[in-house]
């Protein structure tokens, strides 16, 4: 299966379980892997039939920008269910790192994998 991935996408948004971090925007990196056959627009030399990885990183930061949630995991799966919606992709891969969280953690995070349901 081809791929289209987007790696260390950063956004900024509200998200933690703890009161302080209700009032705060903090930074996310997304990295993202989805299944797509690359060879209809590689034969074409067209756009329009490949899987537009800045369209989509722009869909996937206007979500997170515009959503809060306590748990990255509702983050990640939210964001799977979005890219599902709106690109025709076979998976997709989430992993989302939380930099700042871990105090000697260079970072902390979920991956999830998403099959489409036919
Ligand atoms: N599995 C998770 N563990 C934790 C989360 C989370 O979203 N998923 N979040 C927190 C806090 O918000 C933390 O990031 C504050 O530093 C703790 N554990």
């Known amino acids: 299966m081809d ?12 998200i933690g379980v703890y009161e302080w971090e ?9 990295d993202l892997e989805m299944g797509f056959n690359n ?8 756009i329009n039939k490949a899987l537009d990885y800045a369209t ?18 509702t983050m990640a799966e939210r964001v799977a269910e979005l890219i599902f919606a709106r ?4 998976f997709v891969r989430v992993r989302l790192t939380k930099p700042n969280a871990v105090v000697n953690a260079a970072g902390v995070g979920v991956e999830i994998l998403r099959t489409r349901k036919v």
């Open 56 to 73: 989509l990183s722009q869909a996937v930061t206007q979500f997170a920008e515009q959503h809060q949630f306590e748990l990255i995991e």
């Open 22 to 30: 209700k009032g705060i925007k903090q930074k996310l990196r997304f």
């Open 3 to 14: 791929k289209v991935f987007v790696e260390g996408l950063e956004v900024l948004t509200t």
């Open 87 to 90: 690109f025709a992709v076979q």
């Open 39 to 46: 060879a209809p627009a590689a034969k074409d030399d067209d």
